[in-house]
């Protein structure tokens, strides 16, 4: 049992000695985006601000700071503290609702890489998924953001195409082949082999969403069916 013990407490040391070296690791790397949390959880306003425009993806350290400050807002007991908070973390919201729409203007492609990326200080988090943690809707609403998640929803399919060319794609297969279904320039390649387009057809979420629905409303018909119409007592 001493052993046990002893073991166990050793481990317990190793752990603390890695998660004390990862921590000073992040400091290194990232030093002003560490500086610039210390600002914000010591309600540094002036500072912060400072340190933020000297930040690297300054759009998602604006919606890690948003995020930071609705969660301090939810623990205040103050209400004008928490009110402050809120008013700072709806400003950096803005922010960053700024810098998008100034980079999605620029370049389309640049700013849908910019919300796929991920810094290490931050958790590894994009700032797709730090605007959706801290309900940032004004970022979410944007159309570059729409748009983007759009691309993600439809997959390699065109978004000129109709809803209704897909649904009835699904019944007739052979209808991908002959140019019924639109795809996005990367995948009309002349020498593209037939089943790609299959492929990307029906991998895209809009098609396994629409099939999930489909296969849904079948079941819940038949067993309606079993129920109202050829209900037994024992199976057959």
């Known amino acids: 049992m001493v052993l046990n013990y002893q073991r166990n407490r050793k481990e317990e040391r190793n752990s603390c000695d890695d998660s004390d070296i990862h921590d000073l690791t992040l400091i290194i790397k990232h030093p002003v ?10 309600n540094k306003r002036e500072l912060s601000k400072v340190i933020w425009e000297q930040t690297r993806g ?10 930071l400050l609705k969660s301090l807002a939810k623990v205040k007991n103050d209400i004008s ?18 810098l998008f729409s100034e980079c999605y203007s620029n370049d389309e492609d640049l700013a849908e ?7 290490e200080a931050w958790g590894d988090c ?18 570059g953001v729409q748009n983007f998640l759009s691309k993600q ?3 390699d399919i065109s978004r000129d195409t109709k809803n209704w060319k897909v649904i009835m794609s699904l019944f007739l297969f052979p209808l991908i082949a002959c140019g019924f279904i639109s795809f996005r320039k990367k ?8 089943f790609l387009n299959y ?6 979420p809009f098609v396994v969403f629409s099939w999930t629905v489909i296969f849904y409303i079948g079941f819940l018909l038949l067993f309606a069916y079993v129920l109202l119409m050829d209900f037994q007592i024992y199976p057959t």
């Open 199 to 204: 492929l990307a057809f029906f991998t895209s």
């Open 33 to 42: 985006q560490v500086l610039f949390i210390w600002a914000i959880l010591q």
């Open 81 to 98: 503290a928490a009110g402050e908070s809120e008013e700072i973390a709806n400003e950096y919201e803005t922010k960053a609702v700024e």
């Open 113 to 119: 890489m910019l919300l796929v990326y991920s810094c």
């Open 126 to 143: 994009s700032c797709l998924e730090m605007a959706v943690e801290a309900k940032d809707q004004q970022f979410i609403a944007q159309p």
């Open 58 to 67: 300054c759009t998602l350290a604006a919606l890690g700071a948003s995020k």
């Open 187 to 194: 995948t009309t390649d002349p020498k593209r082999p037939i």
């Open 153 to 155: 929803w439809y997959g």
